[in-house]
């Protein structure tokens, strides 16, 4: 484009990153396509380029924010001092399965993009690595006093993390075959999310929880 362009306005920047989020979420990144995420953000696609370049770039922009979302919400949980401890716990796995309600379709994107993909697989890799580096040591000691302060079973932040992945991503994995046990015995959908988000903070709380019939 020809000319000096302003500063691309908030409402747009989001338009544009819903569009293309929505085109990567239903068509994958081979798929996806920038015209159409141009035309459903109602910018030309002259713009879309002039303000993001390529699609690959588009893409690590999205990728990245998630990214940065799913950390940031667990840590301002367990770093938070006005919470107690259980309810630190409880939080995290709300909010996380939350998170994947309001954003259904991208554990399978996810995963079958790391599978495909091995350059993103490693960019993936590098952002844990580091993001660990960082966090992982203040939060294995908030999460070790929090342990021994509510006289919890011994079991590190990294397996916590990875309980309450493994159990809220399987719900959404798992969706295309299970919509008519959803019909059937939930009625709908929404039924279904939160009694799933009820049963994951209860199996969480058991594994944890030692001498407390609270979750039973």
């Given at each position: 484009?020809?000319?000096?362009h302003?500063?691309l306005?908030?409402?747009?920047?989001?338009?544009?990153?819903?569009?293309?989020?929505?085109?990567?979420?239903?068509?994958?990144?081979?798929?996806?396509?920038?015209?159409?995420?141009?035309?459903?953000?109602?910018?030309?696609?002259?713009?879309?380029?002039?303000?993001?370049?390529?699609?690959e770039?588009?893409?690590?922009?999205?990728?990245?924010?998630?990214?940065?979302?799913?950390?940031?919400?667990?840590?301002?949980?367990?770093?938070?001092?006005?919470?107690?401890?259980?309810?630190k716990i409880?939080?995290v796995?709300?909010?996380?399965?939350?998170?994947?309600?309001?954003?259904?379709?991208?554990?399978?994107?996810?995963?079958?993009e790391?599978?495909?993909?091995?350059?993103?697989?490693?960019?993936?890799?590098?952002?844990?690595?580091?993001?660990?580096?960082?966090?992982?040591?203040?939060?294995?000691?908030?999460?070790?006093?929090?342990?021994?302060?509510?006289?919890?079973?011994?079991?590190?932040?990294?397996?916590?993390?990875?309980?309450?992945?493994?159990?809220?991503?399987?719900?959404?994995?798992?969706?295309?075959?299970?919509d008519?046990?959803?019909?059937?015995?939930?009625?709908?959908?929404?039924?279904?999310?939160?009694?799933?988000k009820?049963?994951?903070?209860?199996?969480i709380?058991q594994r944890?929880?030692?001498?407390n019939?609270?979750?039973?």
């Amino acid at each position: 484009m020809n000319g000096k362009h302003s500063p691309l306005s908030k409402d747009t920047e989001q338009a544009i990153l819903l569009a293309a989020e929505q085109e990567f979420m239903s068509r994958g990144y081979e798929g996806a396509k920038t015209v159409t995420i141009a035309h459903n953000a109602g910018v030309t696609h002259a713009m879309l380029h002039y303000y993001f370049g390529t699609k690959e770039r588009l893409f690590n922009k999205i990728f990245n924010e998630k990214i940065a979302l799913l950390s940031k919400m667990v840590t301002d949980v367990i770093f938070k001092p006005d919470m107690t401890p259980l309810e630190k716990i409880t939080a995290v796995v709300d909010r996380h399965f939350e998170f994947l309600v309001k954003h259904p379709d991208l554990p399978r994107f996810l995963l079958n993009e790391l599978a495909h993909n091995t350059g993103r697989r490693r960019l993936m890799e590098h952002k844990l690595r580091f993001a660990w580096s960082k966090v992982l040591p203040p939060l294995q000691r908030d999460w070790d006093k929090m342990i021994v302060e509510e006289g919890m079973k011994p079991i590190s932040i990294v397996d916590f993390i990875m309980d309450v992945v493994s159990l809220n991503l399987f719900v959404f994995l798992a969706l295309p075959v299970l919509d008519v046990i959803i019909e059937n015995y939930y009625g709908s959908r929404e039924a279904f999310f939160e009694a799933r988000k009820r049963e994951n903070v209860k199996i969480i709380m058991q594994r944890l929880l030692q001498n407390n019939n609270a979750y039973e």
